[in-house]
């Protein structure tokens, strides 16, 4: 198999996933919704994956990767609508999937859990800079919590600029930082 075909039929399998979660909790999906979805058979999901929690981690894993390396690329500015409009922009194209990771939650792979503590990570970096009137674990976890509503929001309804707009204003007040 070529690196192209591999690559197809990997995209395929996980289009799969994303296509049967549409209609039934991770728990209940089987390898045979995710193959009749994909239209692969079942030995060729054998063939990429040990079973559909190694499918889980994979695509976990690579969106986690692609997170955390948009967070760096924006973590200098935290307060500024430009980069966490870029943010959302980077992210809109795999909305669909994104949006089905984020509700499930199991030791494999829990999308949530991993943004969550890149956010966290994220946070921490920039909030020792700020005087803060509440302790800095508390505030890390509110700013965590709320950009991930305010990210997974924006994905399954748009308006990411009034989103964007709303999260700065809401750091600045809460945060008593100046925008």
């Known amino acids: 198999m070529t690196d192209l075909r591999e690559f197809k039929t990997q995209r395929d399998i ?6 049967t979660l549409a209609d039934q909790r991770f728990a209940q999906v089987t390898v045979n ?3 009749t979805a994909a239209m692969v058979g079942r030995s060729t999901f054998y063939h990429h994956y040990a079973d559909k929690y190694a499918l889980l981690e994979q695509m976990v894993t690579q969106r986690a990767d692609t997170f955390n390396r948009l967070l760096d690329e924006r973590v200098a500015e935290m307060r500024q609508d430009g980069p966490l409009l870029v943010l959302y ?3 809109k194209d795999d909305a669909p999937a994104i949006i089905q990771l984020l509700e499930v939650h199991e030791q ?3 999308l949530t859990q991993r943004y969550l503590e890149s956010l966290s990570h ?3 970096a920039t909030l020792p800079k700020l005087t803060l009137a509440v302790p800095q674990a508390f505030a890390v976890e509110l700013y965590s919590t709320t950009a991930l ?3 997974s929001w924006s994905l399954q309804h748009g308006e990411p600029e009034a989103i964007s707009r709303f999260m700065n204003q809401l750091v600045t007040t809460i945060l008593n930082t100046e925008a």
């Open 89 to 91: 922009q980077r992210l």
């Open 149 to 151: 509503t305010a990210i």
């Open 14 to 19: 996980q289009a799969g996933l994303i296509a």
């Open 122 to 124: 994220h946070a921490q």
């Open 108 to 110: 494999a792979g829990d």
């Open 33 to 35: 919704d995710i193959c």
